[in-house]
């Protein structure tokens, strides 16, 4: 890794430690540009993206119930690259106690988390910015991320220890969300007219990368200046999102405006990444989404990226270029990708447009 990865360019500073502070006036450091800044009236909307249930999908008895469910999907990738799936086979149980595992972990003394203080080299660990760029605006939030495939790059040393469930909870939820991404991934495959393997082996067959970024919004005393995650696109292949169960806080940019995303009981929320864009030639779409931060309650949310192998090129899927639709992407590798990620933070969708061939 470039020697620009290996530390952070100033002391860190938690996000959960300048909340308990009581201070009233944000840090500079943390606050946007008034054209960045959310806005809680005119330009937030709260329609809500699509709601899928996959019952019919896992059960496959219904054949009409099925290829509607698969039409749903569709458009949801098509229209919105979001959408909430219910029925996914993750036991509501597994998610609740997980995610109160990880709010847990957060409530702990500063100390105890301090021993997992991550490093942009790998940004495993506890951490509390992304990108390495002096002086850059921050978001309001800390994290903790992990690896957990391939297996290669797992290291459960890594993982807390406290609460002392932890690294079993992660591991069966771990397990679970791969599978659901598994089945996501053929429905994708085959909605886009592909082999139903094809997505999967595009990004290594058996051999790709999951990893858990657990995020911590604390409570903020100017939530209107400022954002818990920058406007981005995730760079990888898919999102499982297990949302806030009390909180919201996630918007999807659709057109001019940012949708506020209202979590239902026991959903997944599902969003495509720029891989998934690439592969699919652009009929699929990944979609630019932040977070917004409040004065009252913390929040807490579990993403699960379902990415590439690092070392493969991505490019557009052969059967989905043609005359009338030439290639819209040159080919990168995920690792060459995600560099520009740890480098510089999240910038919208601006890495993948770089990418964009001339037509």
Known sequence: MMNCLQSWPEPIVRVQS???????????????????RPSFTSISTHANIPVID??????????????ATLDRISGACREWGFFQVVNHGVRP?????????????????????????????????YGSRLGVEKGAKLDWSDYFFLNYLPESVRDENKWPTTPESCRELVNEYSKAVVKLCGILMKILSVNLGLEEDYLQNAFGGDDIGACLR??????????DLTLGISPHSDPGGM?????DD?????????????????????ALIVNLGDQIQVISNAIYKSVEHRVIVNSIKERVSLAYFYNPRGDLLIEPAKKLVSKDRPASYSAMTFDQ???????????????????KCSQ
């Open 214 to 223: 657990v995020n911590y919004y604390p409570k903020c005393p100017q939530p």
């Open 54 to 67: 996959l019952h019919s999908l896992l059960a496959a008895r219904d054949a009409g119930l099925r290829q």
């Open 93 to 125: 149980e597994l998610m609740k106690s997980i995610r109160q595992l990880w709010r847990d972990f957060f409530h702990l003394p500063l100390e105890a988390k301090q021993v997992y203080a991550n490093s942009p080299t790998t940004y495993e660990g």
């Open 18 to 36: 300048l909340s308990d502070s009581g201070i009233h006036v944000l840090p500079d450091r943390y606050i946007r540009h008034p054209s960045d």
């Open 246 to 266: 009390d909180v919201s806080g996630l918007q999807v940019r659709k057109g001019e405006h940012w949708v506020t995303v209202e979590p239902i009981p026991d």
């Open 337 to 355: 990708y995600r560099l520009f990620i740890r480098k510089s933070g999240l910038w919208g969708k601006s890495q993948v447009e770089s990418l």
């Open 239 to 243: 999102t499982i999102l297990l949302p």
